[in-house]
């Protein structure tokens, strides 16, 4: 089993993540001797939704010091509970795939008795020798999925059953087929400017509803807006945000299907991977706070990823290509006059690693990037 980067907490938190990306597999081995509490597990569900008291209970006869709740946005008036007996003493790791349920009940969240974590999918530290980038722009990185024989086939089974598990079982949506119509237009926005209006027409539903229903995939951790980056100067920023899929192999199911990917759709692919990886290391390792695009308004000229820890910025653009152009490098030099940017990086699909003499930009293979991610970005 590949060894997860994610850090053992020493006191009670809440590990969200996708489904699939092994928050459940991680929780069993870091914690063997716990009380492990399965929401999944419809018995033990219906005992504590239909009996206030059945989970104080459990814990009152409880001799373990930590307690494992799986799935526990499932009910999450039971927060009240386990904030109750964290007082006193006792150690909870609280793991969900959404936070949607909790955050329109106004439940206990515990009053930041317990630390905010998530799950992520592989990172190539993590899968080392068995990391191929091919096969991870194909199929993606869920941990459930990276390894199968068949993964196109494991990748729309997942999609199937996060529909049957996220939003039918949940009941997050009253009207499925047009949540379906959402998801496959969304799916032609993997890496692109989200603009609300156009993806309501394309799916034929209310600007009101596609906001909704982004807001489900943003709740259940299935996608992620990337806000535009804003400093002060005068020249006026674009201001809507990217969206990206939690993993790159669910853009490409949704989109392609089984269809060959043609070279005009790794890019997208890429620079999604780039970002997964990003998010996986700020929260596994704080290597930044915030993550943006760059793109000033009535211009061409973008920067995929402005990294921002403290005051200080690294500008990241990602091309899918082998060689690198003139015009690769625009958006980098543009950035250059904004304060604190103290690296800029190219990422890209090539196998030589460079520095551009005249304008300080470095021109990094994958592998490279990967390793540097690793000493960390900010000098």
């Not at 001799?63 to 526990?72: A, C, G, L, P, Y």
């Not at 009910?75 to 959404?98: D, Q």
């Not at 993606?140 to 999925?145: A, K, Q, R, T, V």
Request: aromatic content about 12%; glycine content about 6%; charged content about 25%.
């Amino acid at each position: 089993m590949q060894e997860r980067l994610l850090s053992l907490k020493k006191k009670s938190f809440f590990l969200l993540g996708p489904r699939g990306t092994g928050k459940t597999t991680w929780l069993r081995k870091q914690f063997p001797q716990a009380l492990f509490l399965d929401l999944l597990d419809e018995t033990l569900f219906f005992q504590l939704q239909t009996d206030r008291g059945a989970l104080a209970q459990i814990l009152e006869h409880a001799t373990q010091e930590w307690i494992v709740i799986d799935e526990f946005q499932r009910i999450p008036s039971l927060l009240n509970t386990v904030h109750r007996y964290i007082e006193r003493g006792k150690k909870f790791a609280l793991s969900g795939s959404s936070a949607r349920k909790i955050r329109q009940a106004g439940v206990n969240l515990l009053a930041g008795r317990a630390l905010d974590t998530h799950m992520h999918p592989f990172i190539p530290r993590e899968l080392g020798d068995a990391f191929q980038l091919d096969r991870a722009l194909q199929y993606g990185l869920i941990p459930s999925i990276y390894f199968e024989e068949t993964p196109y086939d494991t990748l729309a089974a997942y999609t199937k059953f996060y529909i049957q598990q996220e939003i039918q079982m949940e009941a997050l949506v009253r009207n499925l087929p047009s949540f379906l119509r959402f998801l496959q237009v969304a799916s032609l926005c993997h890496g692109q400017v989200v603009q609300f209006s156009t993806l309501a027409r394309d799916a034929e539903i209310a600007r009101s509803t596609a906001q909704g229903h982004m807001e489900i995939l943003l709740d259940t951790l299935l996608g992620y807006l990337l806000p535009a980056f804003t400093p002060k100067l005068r020249v006026r920023e674009k201001h809507s945000p990217k969206f990206y899929f939690f993993d790159c192999g669910i853009a490409r199911t949704l989109k392609h299907g089984k269809s060959p990917l043609q070279p005009d759709a790794m890019g997208h692919l890429f620079e999604g991977l780039i970002l997964q990886i990003l998010l996986a290391y700020r929260d596994y390792f704080d290597l930044f706070e915030e993550v943006f695009y760059w793109a000033p308004s009535k211009s061409t000229l973008e920067v995929d990823f402005i990294l921002k820890k403290g005051e200080d910025l690294v500008a990241i653009e990602v091309k899918y290509t082998s060689r690198i152009r003139s015009e690769h490098l625009k958006g980098l030099k543009a950035i250059a006059e904004i304060p604190n940017v103290q690296r800029r990086i190219l990422v890209y699909a090539g196998s030589l690693s460079q520095r551009t003499e005249e304008d300080g930009i470095e021109i990094l293979t994958f592998s490279d990037f990967t390793e540097a991610l690793d000493g960390g970005l900010f000098r």
